[in-house]
């Protein structure tokens, strides 16, 4: 009874408004915020969209323009798979750019034939676009001159750009790097890592363990076949794995991936590994 009367008063003694405090006190506190992962790009100094009347089959094209101190990348989009065109517009001192669907004289456009993709970002006067669609697990990239709109380096890479860096007119680009040979390391053994090894500089590196990530994704490949077919299930496995057999899937050509740094001088290019292969799986 005392120790009740105790906790009573003691409850009395608080100041107005102490309970709420208190309250606020035990409240549980909001998640910081996620910071935001720095673009390895210039960032733009604006960026205009417009969107066109729809086309003969329904679509909206829209052409995004964005605009840097001496250019404007422009991509135009009308709903299929990759940009309808990619150019380059310079600009004058002081002009004021339009975003439009028409060329203007003088306007780079990127070759199909050169590359098809998307716009990606930018890096002084050298453009990167990439690739419509993934192939071998890696995106391919291009960089592009702003000046003349010629492609100047092509290559895959798995996830984004981890550091685009200028200084003065070289660019260096690291990234993990996905390199598709043209023989099989678990069919043909030490012959052919020695080419891969030979073609990517990996000279001094151990050969990675194919034969796991060949094994790995004819897994991932036989179950999902079975998904597809809804006959999940050991039975189903034992037959995708024996048709995976029977199409020699050990002879797919060999994928490495690696960390890379390319280093682009004078329109000439350099790549060399950062370190050794981190995996290696067959080809699409």
Same mark, same amino acid.
């Given at each position: 009874?005392? @120790?009740?009367?105790?906790?009573?008063?003691?409850?009395?003694?608080?100041?107005?408004?102490?309970?709420?405090?208190?309250?606020?006190?035990?409240?549980?506190?909001?998640?910081?915020?996620?910071?935001?992962?720095?673009?390895?790009? #210039?960032?733009?100094?604006?960026? %205009? =969209? @417009?969107? %066109?009347?729809?086309?003969?089959?329904?679509?909206?094209?829209? @052409?995004? *323009?964005?605009?840097?101190?001496?250019?404007?990348?422009?991509?135009?989009? /009308?709903?299929?798979?990759?940009?309808? $065109?990619?150019?380059?517009?310079?600009?004058? &001192?002081?002009?004021?750019?339009?975003? $439009?669907?028409?060329? !203007?004289?003088? /306007?780079?456009?990127?070759?199909?034939?050169?590359?098809?993709?998307?716009? #990606?970002?930018?890096?002084?006067?050298?453009?990167?676009?990439?690739?419509?669609?993934?192939?071998?697990?890696? %995106?391919?990239?291009?960089?592009?001159?702003?000046?003349?709109?010629?492609? +100047?380096?092509?290559?895959?890479? !798995?996830?984004?750009?981890?550091?685009?860096?200028?200084?003065?007119?070289?660019?260096?680009?690291?990234?993990?790097?996905?390199?598709?040979?043209?023989?099989?390391? &678990?069919?043909?053994?030490?012959? *052919?890592?020695? =080419?891969?090894?030979?073609?990517?500089?990996?000279?001094?590196?151990?050969?990675? #363990?194919?034969?796991?990530?060949? +094994?790995?994704?004819?897994?991932?490949?036989?179950?999902?076949?079975?998904?597809?077919?809804?006959?999940?299930?050991?039975?189903?496995?034992?037959?995708?794995?024996? /048709?995976?057999?029977?199409?020699?899937?050990? /002879?797919?050509?060999? !994928?490495?991936?690696?960390?890379?740094?390319?280093?682009?001088?004078?329109?000439?290019?350099?790549?060399? &590994?950062?370190?050794?292969?981190?995996?290696?799986?067959?080809?699409?």
């Amino acid at each position: 009874m005392k @120790v009740l009367l105790a906790a009573v008063c003691a409850g009395a003694l608080l100041a107005p408004g102490a309970t709420s405090a208190l309250a606020k006190t035990t409240a549980a506190k909001p998640a910081p915020a996620k910071a935001k992962t720095a673009s390895v790009f #210039d960032a733009p100094l604006k960026t %205009l =969209k @417009v969107t %066109l009347p729809a086309n003969e089959v329904g679509a909206k094209p829209k @052409v995004t *323009c964005s605009i840097y101190a001496h250019f404007m990348v422009k991509q135009v989009d /009308e709903g299929e798979v990759g940009a309808a $065109q990619l150019s380059i517009v310079p600009l004058a &001192p002081g002009a004021k750019p339009v975003c $439009q669907r028409k060329n !203007v004289p003088g /306007e780079k456009v990127v070759d199909p034939k050169d590359w098809s993709g998307y716009a #990606d970002g930018v890096k002084g006067d050298y453009v990167f676009f990439s690739a419509d669609d993934g192939v071998n697990g890696g %995106l391919g990239f291009a960089i592009v001159a702003a000046g003349t709109g010629k492609k +100047l380096f092509d290559d895959s890479a !798995v996830g984004k750009l981890k550091a685009v860096m200028l200084a003065g007119d070289v660019l260096t680009v690291r990234y993990a790097r996905s390199y598709s040979a043209e023989c099989s390391v &678990p069919h043909d053994g030490a012959s *052919c890592w020695s =080419k891969i090894a030979t073609a990517t500089g990996e000279t001094s590196a151990k050969q990675p #363990d194919c034969d796991a990530g060949y +094994l790995k994704a004819k897994n991932e490949m036989a179950k999902g076949r079975c998904e597809a077919n809804n006959k999940a299930g050991p039975a189903c496995m034992t037959a995708a794995l024996k /048709e995976l057999d029977r199409q020699r899937w050990n /002879e797919a050509p060999t !994928v490495i991936v690696y960390d890379a740094e390319t280093v682009l001088k004078g329109g000439s290019a350099t790549t060399r &590994p950062l370190g050794a292969p981190t995996a290696c799986h067959p080809s699409d």
